[in-house]
């Protein structure tokens, strides 16, 4: 069972003109694109523990068996160094504990509408563990980088590496990135035997980015992004009693970020957009906002929104036949079906000195009446949550 994250912002005092422009540049948010920071002077050790739950089903929804989703522990682990003057070491290291219940398949209830069946909540405990460590070499007007890492949990594994590289030009205010980054995972479910699952299978995930970044003036700047991602393999639910997806998915997204300061107020405002499709027919957008508002030199308050919606997988069916043929494409994953959400959240951020600490909350809401897309099938099962984390880092 694997699941993402997203990180917090980054504090960054204001003071200069190069503060300014560090703000609108740091923590951009689009995935895979390089950092471009310069060599860190410092040594730099973070913590972060977070709480990830998953709202209870109703009866409604889930007539039959336990209504409890999943809850989620995770430990995030970082170190940042110096290596020489030119070079840094980066190791993450992560642990998460998972229990709940995950959909099984959907079937029709006696008002002849869709209802989930939830697998056994006392069935579904797993722990992931992952590191990966990266290095860069910075140049006069660039720099280079990579990863490797390796994941491993009770059902899946996977070991991965990333190369990245950029380029500044026009003093410094513009910046071109370009990455690649490959993972090879191995599948083995639990209870394959038991549930006629398949016991052993594999996947492959290939990725390339380009970013260009700009400099507006002291005050602002702009970000785009574009990556393809090519994935191989089984991308079915081993855990789902009837779920069958191409051996092959190609997708590709054009994300794009613009950072303003607002020198009266002593806040900058944070702006992504990102659109999204692949082959299996999914289209989706994400908008989100953020303000990061600074109190004195040491606090920060970072109100955030975000609006996501996607149309529904070629093959999505808010109802299981299993009278189809196995060779048919089928899948009643809410994931896969039309569906808008909604969340918001707030984060404050403490600069202790040597210390930083940061505390950030979250509330997720799906529903297929928040779509922007038109719903022919809506799914059961869509997802409701909070989360909380709470981090600490230290500078030496």
Same mark, same amino acid.
């Not at 522990?73 to 992560?94: E, I, T």
């Not at 579904?124 to 563990?129: F, P, Q, V, Y």
């Not at 899946?156 to 993972?183: H, K, M, W």
């Not at 529903?367 to 022919?376: F, G, I, L, P, Q």
């Given at each position: /069972?694997?699941?993402?994250?997203?990180?917090?912002?980054?504090?960054?005092?204001?003071?200069?003109?190069?503060?300014?422009?560090?703000?609108?540049?740091?923590? /951009?948010?689009? !995935?895979?694109?390089?950092?471009?920071?310069?060599?860190?002077?410092?040594?730099?050790? $973070?913590?972060?523990?977070?709480?990830?739950?998953?709202?209870?089903?109703?009866?409604?929804?889930?007539?039959?068996?336990?209504?409890? @989703? =999943?809850?989620?522990?995770?430990?995030?682990?970082?170190?940042?160094? !110096?290596?020489?003057?030119?070079?840094?070491?980066?190791?993450?290291?992560?642990?998460?504990?998972?229990?709940?219940?995950?959909?099984?398949?959907?079937?029709?209830?006696?008002?002849?509408?869709?209802?989930?069946?939830?697998?056994?909540?006392?069935?579904?405990?797993?722990?992931? %563990?992952?590191?990966?460590?990266?290095?860069?070499?910075?140049?006069?007007?660039?720099?280079?980088?990579?990863?490797?890492? =390796?994941?491993?949990?009770?059902?899946? #594994?996977?070991?991965?590496?990333?190369?990245?590289?950029?380029?500044?030009?026009?003093?410094?205010?513009?910046?071109?990135?370009?990455?690649?980054?490959?993972?090879?995972?191995?599948?083995?479910?639990?209870?394959?035997?038991?549930?006629?699952? *398949?016991?052993?299978?594999?996947?492959?995930? %290939?990725?390339?980015?380009?970013?260009?970044?700009?400099?507006?003036?002291?005050?602002?700047?702009?970000?785009?992004?574009?990556?393809?991602?090519?994935?191989?393999?089984?991308?079915?639910?081993?855990?789902?009693? @009837?779920?069958?997806? !191409?051996?092959?998915?190609?997708?590709?997204?054009?994300?794009? +970020? =613009?950072?303003?300061?607002?020198?009266?107020?002593?806040?900058?405002?944070?702006?992504?957009?990102?659109?999204?499709?692949?082959?299996?027919?999914?289209?989706?957008?994400?908008?989100?906002? $953020?303000?990061?508002?600074?109190?004195?030199?040491?606090?920060?308050?970072?109100?955030?929104?975000?609006?996501?919606?996607?149309?529904?997988?070629?093959?999505?069916?808010? *109802?299981?036949?299993?009278?189809?043929? *196995?060779?048919?494409?089928?899948?009643?994953?809410? #994931?896969?079906?039309?569906?808008?959400?909604?969340?918001?959240?707030?984060?404050? *951020?403490?600069?202790?000195?040597?210390?930083?600490?940061?505390?950030?909350?979250? @509330?997720? /809401?799906?529903?297929?009446?928040? +779509?922007?897309?038109?719903?022919?099938?809506?799914?059961?099962?869509?997802?409701?949550?909070?989360?909380?984390?709470?981090?600490?880092?230290? $500078?030496?």
């Amino acid at each position: /069972m694997r699941l993402q994250l997203a990180d917090g912002a980054k504090l960054v005092k204001i003071s200069t003109s190069r503060s300014l422009i560090a703000l609108s540049t740091t923590a /951009m948010a689009l !995935p895979g694109i390089a950092s471009a920071d310069a060599p860190p002077t410092q040594h730099t050790v $973070s913590y972060k523990i977070s709480n990830y739950k998953e709202d209870d089903l109703s009866r409604r929804e889930a007539p039959f068996g336990d209504l409890d @989703r =999943y809850d989620i522990d995770v430990h995030q682990f970082q170190l940042v160094s !110096p290596v020489g003057r030119n070079m840094s070491l980066q190791v993450d290291a992560n642990y998460e504990s998972l229990s709940g219940a995950s959909p099984w398949f959907t079937s029709t209830g006696l008002d002849g509408q869709p209802v989930v069946n939830l697998s056994g909540a006392s069935g579904i405990r797993d722990r992931r %563990s992952e590191i990966s460590v990266g290095s860069r070499y910075y140049l006069s007007n660039g720099s280079l980088g990579g990863n490797l890492g =390796y994941s491993e949990e009770d059902d899946y #594994r996977a070991i991965y590496f990333g190369l990245n590289g950029e380029r500044s030009f026009n003093n410094d205010l513009s910046t071109v990135s370009l990455g690649f980054s490959y993972s090879s995972d191995d599948i083995f479910p639990t209870d394959a035997q038991v549930f006629n699952r *398949v016991k052993k299978e594999d996947k492959q995930s %290939s990725s390339i980015f380009l970013s260009f970044s700009q400099v507006i003036n002291p005050l602002s700047s702009f970000q785009s992004a574009v990556s393809i991602t090519e994935q191989s393999g089984f991308l079915s639910d081993p855990y789902k009693l @009837r779920d069958i997806r !191409p051996e092959d998915k190609t997708q590709f997204a054009w994300s794009n +970020s =613009y950072r303003h300061f607002f020198i009266a107020a002593d806040a900058a405002w944070h702006l992504n957009y990102r659109y999204y499709h692949d082959d299996f027919g999914i289209s989706s957008h994400t908008t989100d906002m $953020s303000w990061h508002q600074n109190f004195a030199d040491s606090f920060q308050v970072i109100p955030s929104l975000r609006y996501y919606s996607q149309s529904a997988a070629d093959f999505f069916t808010n *109802v299981d036949n299993f009278l189809n043929p *196995v060779s048919e494409y089928q899948s009643s994953d809410y #994931r896969l079906s039309a569906f808008g959400a909604l969340s918001g959240g707030i984060s404050f *951020v403490a600069d202790l000195g040597e210390w930083t600490a940061t505390l950030t909350t979250e @509330r997720y /809401m799906a529903n297929e009446k928040y +779509s922007a897309y038109k719903v022919t099938q809506a799914s059961t099962a869509l997802v409701k949550y909070y989360r909380v984390s709470l981090g600490f880092a230290y $500078s030496f």
